[in-house]
């Protein structure tokens, strides 16, 4: 008993201690470090399993063995029947409780009003897909929190693929959303944020206070001889291959965060004053002054869904792509009040340069190619053409063959004397479902993926790059990674996730028809190879939970294209006028951006 409590009180002592000094928002308390370095470093001290209760085993037909869930939960706080007193307990919220009431009345409970799949029958093969997903779920004190990055019974070394991954819930959160059940999301978007405050650290040095989890577990641990407790176990990088921060989590939470509010219209969430901090913290660790000279964020290298050595270290568009879509998000949901008045200036103002900056020198189409095949080296001034100093030897061989005359498409990244020429599907994707890319240019990326539909699609849609680095440049690049060999994995492997997030509606019905016919018979793989991705991946888990949900939200975006358009940004034309720079106002210099003879700002 005494554990409990002492465990509590140190719990407390860690949430509403923990320095958090985003603009002001929350003054900073000292912590107590000595107090962190005596802990375990697990979080969520409130959930005590009595060891006399026993836990049963829920056995999966497939599987042949058993997983593992309390059978009851938990501490005496969690004992009562209000199911989200252990989320609310910690905030202080800027909503009313009655606005709550009547969201869960209306939407949780009910099963939402977005259910309209009921009125179909389910395929045999979306039954299945379903089943699997729920069997995915995880729950802490009872309550479902997320989803296990893959249900493989083959697997005997699942390494970190038993944790919920933050990235690979955005499709499982989606589908559960379509289909009206709002809960799971709800209570993962909250218990994520408390990890956000964790106190992590990588041989005594700490990232920034604002990061997000790759990914978290639920681990069971002893209070005593009859006490268990459930407790939440994040991963910030310290354990996953490779040491990476992962630079998307957090922009993935506030992408979902938006996602969740729009599907459900529980607009009180985002209101709350500990959701509110999550997202200041998020965009003051991605917004704080560096050595760039550029607005696109510059990470390191697999700091994404290719969270392994893939030469995309520097400011690879994936990350700018969701980057921009975090930002856009983030405008929307925080409070205009005067405390976010500042933030909100610096968001607008990134947006403006991000979307010139990515638009002018991160596109290319065949016009493109043909300017960088006569480009002028070595010049120095402001006015260069060529400012990066791209040499036209560059220009991969491939490339000059495979861009079509009609469409063109963002690059993987630029950095000085470098442009990496490679297709980068989730990068491209999320320029058009942000308005990061210019309405001609998302038009022109769909005509790519269309007249390239055999190399980006083929039996298995979508290759998460194309092409794949061979030879040496295999080995440089990769560090002679076996598992990213030529066309498998990340280096040129499909990946079925990305399915769901393909713009074109009569482009993802196609796609889903070619997915459908193998997924399920192959049991949901992770990842498939070769050019056209006809093996299933050579090192790919099976039911892997992303593979699964990306179909099911895939099915149903298809079949509510109403909900797909809230999840998808407009041009917004204001963000074009505003230049921050304020050269061309002195009259000292032109700006670049005004000095541009850009064709595609609009
Ligand atoms: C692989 C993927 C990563 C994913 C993880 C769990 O490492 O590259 O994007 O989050 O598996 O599925």
New binding site residues.
């Given amino acids: 008993m005494n554990a409990i409590k002492i465990s509590k009180m140190i719990f407390g002592c860690r949430l509403f201690n923990q320095s958090r000094s985003v603009l002001g928002f929350i003054k900073s308390p000292n912590s107590n470090r000595s107090l962190h370095i005596s802990l375990p470093r697990f979080l969520g001290l409130r959930c005590a399993i009595n060891q006399t209760h026993k836990q049963y085993y829920v056995s999966h037909p497939k599987w042949g063995r058993s997983r593992v869930f309390p059978a009851t939960c938990c501490s005496s706080s969690n004992n009562n029947s209000n199911k989200n007193d252990h989320i609310s307990d910690y905030s202080t919220t800027l909503e009313n409780h009655a606005n709550d009431k009547n969201f869960e009345t209306s939407y949780m409970q009910g099963g939402g009003d977005l259910d309209e799949h009921a009125c179909r029958t389910e395929t045999e093969v979306e039954k299945e897909a379903w089943r699997l997903l729920r069997d995915s779920v995880v729950t802490y004190c009872g309550n479902p929190v997320g989803t296990l990055?893959?249900c493989d019974p083959g697997d005997k070394t699942p390494l970190?693929?038993d944790?919920v991954?933050i990235?690979?819930f955005v499709p499982s959160a989606l589908a559960f959303l379509l289909k009206g059940e709002g809960e799971i999301v709800r209570n993962f978007l909250l218990h994520t944020l408390q990890l956000q405050s964790w106190e992590k650290t990588v041989d005594c040095y700490s990232p920034g206070q604002g990061l997000m989890p790759?990914?978290f577990k639920i681990r069971t641990v002893p209070l005593d001889d009859t006490k268990f407790e459930e407790v939440l176990d994040p991963d910030f990088g310290e354990s996953a291959?490779g040491r990476v921060a992962p630079v998307d989590s957090g922009l993935w939470w506030i992408i979902l965060l938006r996602a969740y509010t729009k599907i459900t219209g529980d607009y009180a969430m985002q209101e709350r004053v500990d959701v509110q901090t999550g997202i200041k913290l998020i965009l003051n660790l991605c917004l704080s002054d560096g050595f760039d000279m550029f607005p696109s964020l510059l990470v390191t290298d697999g700091s994404?869904?290719?969270?392994?050595r893939m030469g995309i270290h520097g400011h690879p568009l994936e990350i700018q792509s969701l980057f921009y879509s975090a930002l856009r998000c983030a405008r929307e949901m925080l409070a205009t009040d005067e405390g976010s008045k500042n933030l909100m200036r610096t968001v607008n103002n990134r947006l403006s340069a991000l979307s010139f900056h990515i638009r002018e020198y991160y596109w290319l189409d065949m016009k493109k190619i043909n300017e960088i095949y006569r480009y002028k080296t070595e010049e120095y001034s402001t006015e260069a053409i060529n400012k990066f100093n791209i040499y036209p030897e560059q220009i991969p061989y491939w490339l000059m063959d495979w861009i079509p005359a009609e469409g063109g498409y963002m690059i993987g990244n630029l950095q000085p004397a470098h442009m990496d020429f490679r297709f980068f599907t989730l990068g491209n994707i999320w320029s058009i479902v942000s308005s990061l890319s210019t309405p001609k240019q998302n038009n022109s990326i769909l005509n790519l993926l269309e007249s390239k539909w055999d190399d980006l699609v083929g039996d298995m849609p979508l290759k998460i790059v194309y092409p794949a680095v061979e030879k040496e440049e295999w080995r440089i690049i990769t560090g002679s990674d076996p598992k990213n060999t030529p066309w498998s994995?990340?280096n040129g492997g499909s990946w079925p996730t990305l399915l769901w997030q393909m713009g074109r509606i009569e482009l993802a019905r196609k796609a889903v028809d070619v997915a459908e016919k193998r997924l399920y018979a192959d049991h949901w793989p992770?990842y498939y190879d070769t050019k056209s991705g006809k093996f299933i991946g050579k090192q790919s888990?099976m039911y892997?939970?992303?593979t699964i949900a990306g179909y099911l939200t895939s099915k149903m975006l298809l079949e509510n294209p109403e909900k797909a358009s809230l999840l998808y940004w407009e041009e917004d034309y204001d963000l074009l006028e505003i230049c921050v720079c304020a050269l061309s106002k002195t009259g000292r210099k032109l700006c670049a951006r005004g000095a541009a003879k850009s064709q595609i700002l609009v």
């Fill in positions: 990055a893959a970190n693929y944790q991954f990235r690979d790759a990914s291959i994404c869904m290719i969270d392994r994995y990340h992770e888990r892997q939970t992303w």
